[in-house]
């Protein structure tokens, strides 16, 4: 039971590269999630899918993109890394929304360089 | 703007005791609160939610309260044990829009065999 995996686990880039974040989960949840957790803050949403063939910009959208390419996989592309994008990078589901419980991946962390 | 607050930051106590983790927040318009447990360098585990016409929840030796109106959850957990020890955080979600959730920032707990 595989859950919430991400992939890479670690990256480092240097400033203006890019890079996609990989996600996916096998438990049919409807809603995904990234977020960024920086030390000192709470974690903080980037991009969400509340179902299949939707995304919206979360607290912190500038300089990501999104793609939720069917109901397992929901990436997060960053199209000219920047040193400030340094962070660990979360992907979460949920059955629906935060009605329900959610589930996280093992993280991404990422340094810009 | 909701604001979530998690004190005290880090917390040491012996093994076999029993404590209470706090979570503060400022809008009492909550939907509901999560209780998650991080490990180093590990994904978020959701440990219980409660949604705002609940008082409490149980599993096992964890127990979280809710009280809306003064704007607090604790995280009892009893008997402590030194697996225990990890990072855990509460996550409000507010009124109004599925995606809004604020994250507390933490209480990591060293519990000392």
């Known amino acids: 039971n595989a859950g919430v995996t991400q992939t890479p686990k670690f990256q480092v880039l240097k400033t203006g590269q890019s890079m996609t974040l990989q996600c996916a989960q096998d438990m049919n949840h409807n809603s995904m999630y990234w977020y960024r957790q920086d030390p000192g803050m709470g974690l903080r949403l980037i991009y969400y899918s509340a179902s299949e063939g939707t995304t919206d910009k979360g607290e912190v959208p500038n300089g990501y993109n999104v793609s939720r390419l069917n109901k397992r996989e929901f990436s997060l592309r960053l199209e000219s890394a920047a040193p400030s994008q340094t962070s660990v990078y979360f992907c979460?589901?949920?059955?629906?929304?935060?009605?329900?419980?959610?589930?996280f991946g093992q993280g991404t962390r990422l340094t810009v360089v | 703007k909701q604001e979530v607050t998690q004190i005290p930051a880090a917390l040491s106590v012996p093994e076999g005791e029993n404590l209470v983790l706090n979570c503060s927040f400022t809008?009492?318009?909550?939907?509901?609160l999560q209780w998650f447990r991080q490990d180093p360098g590990k994904g978020l585990t959701s440990l219980l939610l409660i949604q705002s016409s609940q008082r409490e929840q149980t599993s096992g030796r964890l127990n979280a309260s809710l009280d809306k109106s003064s704007g607090r959850s604790t995280l009892y957990i009893a008997a402590s044990q030194p697996g225990d020890s990890a990072t855990y955080l509460c996550?409000?979600?507010?009124?109004?829009?599925?995606?809004?959730?604020?994250f507390g920032t933490g209480t990591k707990l060293q519990v000392i065999p």
């Open positions: 996550a409000v979600r507010n009124s109004g829009g599925y995606q809004k959730v604020t």
């Open positions: 809008d009492s318009a909550i939907y509901n």
């Open positions: 979460a589901s949920s059955e629906q929304g935060w009605d329900t419980e959610a589930f």
